[in-house]
């Protein structure tokens, strides 16, 4: 079945480490995205690409890095200048219309 | 501030009853309205999508509607199992070149026995 990978499921950091989520899709989407989900908040754009060897920042870009070598493969670095890192990440990837938004299962990053 | 507000921001319900969620929004232009359903822990699946022509479209026992007009939508869920409790996320989509989201903060819902 098509869809959207996430890994790891859960993620525990250091402080001052650098660390790489994975999203990988087999649905053949061009465009994928990197959002942050914090209780009590709408998930927040980190980064997206619309096609492979190009990312934009989003709104709260500071501290992470992203790469696109695959159209398949996004991964998300958040990296030791992300004060905040503690929060709940998810991937999603769509279609060429604006209505195929497909999201990943998520992964729990915790700063400890 | 937030483009998408929802409410309420949780409600418990029995099992059976039915309940309305609400969703405001300011993004414009408008290109298209979403709603999501997201389990604890796990990624948000899309319930409905309605374009600025559509005021209502069903997905079983969820019904959203849609008034464009004064930038409003909801999302009935009728005869609620212990299975509906999740957040339920409403999403906006810009009519740019790329349909930027603007989400919601969610409303929790808890369905009990």
């Known amino acids: 079945d098509g869809g959207i990978t996430q890994s790891p499921k859960y993620l525990f950091r250091k402080e001052g480490q650098n660390v790489t989520l994975s999203c990988e899709q087999n649905?053949?989407?061009?465009?994928m995205y990197w959002y942050r989900q914090d209780p009590g908040q709408g998930l927040r754009l980190i980064y997206y690409?619309?096609?492979?060897?190009?990312?934009q920042k989003g709104d709260i870009a500071e501290g992470y890095s992203v790469s696109r070598e695959k159209k398949e493969s996004f991964p998300l670095t958040v990296t030791s200048a992300q004060k905040n890192p503690t929060a709940f990440y998810l991937c999603?990837?769509?279609?060429?219309?604006?209505?195929?938004?497909?999201f990943g299962s998520g992964t729990r990053l915790t700063v400890v | 501030k937030n483009q998408v507000e929802q409410s309420p921001q949780s409600l418990i319900i029995l099992e059976g009853k039915n309940c309305t969620l609400q969703?405001?929004?300011?993004?414009?232009?408008?290109?298209?309205l979403r709603w999501y359903k997201q389990d604890t822990g796990r990624g948000p699946v899309s319930l409905t999508i309605?374009?600025?022509?559509?005021n209502t479209k069903s997905n079983g026992r969820y019904t959203a509607t849609l008034d464009a007009d004064t930038k409003q939508s909801s999302l009935h869920i009728t005869a609620s199992q212990l299975s509906d409790s999740a957040s339920y996320i409403c999403?906006?989509?810009?009519?740019?070149?790329?349909?930027?989201?603007?989400f919601g903060a969610g409303t929790q819902v808890v369905v009990t026995p």
């Open positions: 999603a990837s769509k279609t060429d219309t604006h209505y195929g938004y497909t």
């Open positions: 649905l053949n989407h061009d465009a």
């Open positions: 999403v906006v989509s810009e009519a740019d070149s790329w349909g930027k989201l603007q």
């Open positions: 309605m374009t600025f022509s559509e």
């Open positions: 690409s619309q096609i492979v060897n190009d990312f």
């Open positions: 969703c405001n929004y300011t993004v414009s232009p408008f290109s298209n």
